[in-house]
């Protein structure tokens, strides 16, 4: 039931982070969807959650999501997850959620220099 709901408030975030950056990023017409294609799309659907439930929850991250986290970039990472914390539902925690994002940002760094070195 709690993978039920991350997986809803996925959606329910991807939905409102679409029309977020509109608003938030947008320079010209094309920006929306540049940042679209370069925050989202890469991140496979999977990897997203395991993202969004290692945040949020209690979940873990794989060395292979780490990976495609990496290549996605902090940028995008922190931004979608500060949108996220600054839900009101989760606003109260928010400190604590941008301390497992930065912690996640670290640990998967450390993974894909490690694969890089091998």
Known sequence: MAKMN???????????TSAWVVHTFAVDENEPKNLWDKCVVPISPKCALDIIDQVFGNGT?????????????KECHDTLIKYIANRPSLSASETKYLKKR?????????VSKT????
């Open 6 to 16: 991350v997986c809803m408030m996925f959606f329910v975030v991807l939905f409102a």
């Open 61 to 73: 991250v794989s060395d292979s999501c780490c990976r495609e986290l990496v290549k996605e970039g």
């Open 102 to 110: 930065d912690e996640l940002w670290a640990q998967c760094v450390s």
């Open 115 to 118: 694969v890089e070195m091998v």
